[in-house]
């Protein structure tokens, strides 16, 4: 085959590379899905999506809804008056109208009630999370992470174009020696309060001292600690006496303890104004829709009106893994490893016969070899449901040979 070119003289043919034939239907572009799906089942790696009815009798010890307030009559309620007051979404940006006066007062309540001084909502705590990073670090910066981090964080600092190291979970010195070492003037220490896999919180005082010590900034997300950890469910920066501190970000959401959606950045009202100027997933994506708001806002009430919530959450948390004979959890998560994937999809689905829906972790969410049932714990769980699953929970182990 030969193509044409223009040339000073006129017209010429030219060689070309011998084109690759491809059937009429294009079905040779995307082939190779199929070949990934069948490795992706061969290794116990294939996820298909749970789907929920409003009927289903199931225990639900897979989502986040640690408080046990998404369905709350309360939050319902908020929920509504705010899609009747604004309508279904926010309608555009943020920067353009779709900020609403129920967004502000939601963030306005939110920093008072953690101890900042200003707070940001997000469409989801994904983009609060990759937002703050790539607007506080980039080329010519240094970003320093550990292996525990959530995807979220894990992208933002990809995104970021910073050079990013990685370090052990939770390995404080491993983080000063990053830092010393740098030859960046500005640097992002980042990581999660509570690790969302097996619930265990990081050493933030130490983190914190240490990004200090070297002129870095520290962010926290405490997605898995608002609600749970600290007075009244203000989370482990609170519980450490941290809160408002000039040089941390705190990150969250509202998709957790909150029972609705969204995410939140906390911190200076320097930072607030610098993301509405350079957050990318601020300026240019829709804003939260109303709804999601108004029951946030209800949830938040409910909380501050009951900070013994947080506690009830915990002592289920103890009581259900004292019952399987699992490490005493420092926050909602109890984590049982597997080992296999597939023996995890297994007893993860023998669970789900008996009336209790599990999460399943596996690769890539978990290390290779660590696939895992995840439970999260309700603060709403009352004794003889929780001793259930404990039983349910156990038979599905010893079904797939873990005990």
Same mark, same amino acid.
């Given at each position: 085959?030969?193509?044409?070119?223009?040339?000073?003289?006129?017209?010429?043919?030219?060689?070309?590379?011998? %084109?690759?034939?491809?059937?009429?239907?294009?079905?040779?572009?995307?082939?190779?899905?199929?070949?990934?799906?069948? !490795?992706?089942?061969?290794?116990?790696?294939? !996820?298909?999506?749970?789907?929920?009815?409003?009927?289903?009798?199931?225990?639900?010890?897979? %989502?986040?809804?640690?408080?046990?307030?998404?369905?709350?009559?309360?939050?319902?309620?908020?929920?509504?008056?705010?899609?009747?007051?604004?309508?279904?979404?926010?309608?555009?940006?943020?920067?353009?109208?779709?900020?609403?006066?129920?967004?502000?007062?939601?963030?306005?309540?939110?920093?008072?009630?953690?101890?900042?001084?200003?707070?940001?909502?997000?469409? %989801?705590?994904?983009?609060?999370?990759?937002?703050?990073?790539?607007?506080?670090?980039?080329?010519?910066?240094?970003?320093?992470?550990?292996?525990?981090?959530?995807?979220?964080?894990?992208?933002?600092?990809?995104?970021?174009?910073?050079?990013?190291?990685?370090?052990?979970?939770?390995?404080? !010195?491993?983080?000063?020696?990053?830092?010393?070492? !740098?030859?960046?003037?500005?640097?992002?220490?980042?990581?999660? %309060?509570?690790?969302?896999?097996?619930?265990?919180?990081?050493?933030?005082?130490?983190?914190?001292?240490?990004?200090?010590?070297?002129?870095?900034a520290l962010l926290v997300d405490e997605a898995h600690a608002l609600g749970v950890r600290g007075p009244g469910g203000r989370g482990l920066i609170a519980e450490l006496g941290l809160s408002g501190a000039p040089d941390l970000i705190m990150t969250t959401v509202l998709s957790k303890s909150m029972g609705a959606q969204g995410g939140v950045v906390l911190g200076p009202d320097q930072l607030r104004s610098h993301l509405v100027d350079r957050a990318r997933t601020f300026i240019f994506d829709t804003g939260l829709a109303p709804a999601a708001v108004g029951a946030a806002h209800a949830a938040l009430r409910l909380l501050r009106a009951d900070p013994a919530m947080p506690v009830r959450l915990r002592d289920n948390a103890a009581r259900l893994a004292r019952a399987i004979g699992a490490p005493p959890p420092a926050a909602a998560v109890v984590s049982l490893i597997v080992g296999d994937p597939h023996a995890a999809v297994a007893a993860a689905g023998h669970c789900r016969e008996q009336g209790v829906l599990v999460g399943c972790f596996r690769p890539p969410s978990v290390p290779v070899g660590t696939s895992r049932l995840r439970l999260t714990v309700r603060a709403d769980l009352d004794d003889a449901t929780i001793d259930r699953v404990a039983q349910v929970v156990s038979d599905a182990l010893t079904s797939v040979g873990v005990r």
């Open positions: 085959m030969t193509t044409t070119e223009v040339t000073a003289t006129g017209i010429a043919a030219v060689d070309a590379e011998p %084109s690759v034939a491809t059937p009429a239907d294009g079905q040779v572009a995307l082939g190779w899905l199929a070949e990934e799906a069948a !490795r992706l089942r061969a290794a116990g790696l294939h !996820r298909e999506p749970v789907v929920r009815r409003t009927d289903s009798p199931m225990v639900d010890l897979a %989502s986040n809804d640690y408080l046990g307030l998404c369905a709350h009559p309360d939050v319902i309620a908020g929920g509504q008056a705010a899609l009747a007051h604004w309508g279904a979404g926010a309608t555009a940006s943020r920067l353009v109208v779709g900020t609403t006066e129920a967004h502000v007062e939601l963030e306005n309540d939110l920093a008072d009630f953690l101890g900042f001084p200003s707070a940001l909502a997000f469409s %989801s705590g994904y983009l609060a999370n990759v937002g703050a990073i790539t607007a506080l670090a980039g080329r010519g910066d240094l970003i320093v992470s550990d292996t525990g981090t959530h995807a979220s964080l894990i992208d933002g600092c990809r995104l970021s174009r910073a050079r990013v190291v990685v370090t052990d979970r939770g390995d404080h !010195r491993a983080v000063r020696e990053a830092l010393r070492a !740098r030859t960046e003037q500005r640097a992002l220490v980042v990581t999660d %309060s509570v690790y969302s896999i097996d619930g265990e919180p990081a050493p933030i005082a130490e983190l914190h001292a240490v990004a200090r010590e070297c002129g870095a």
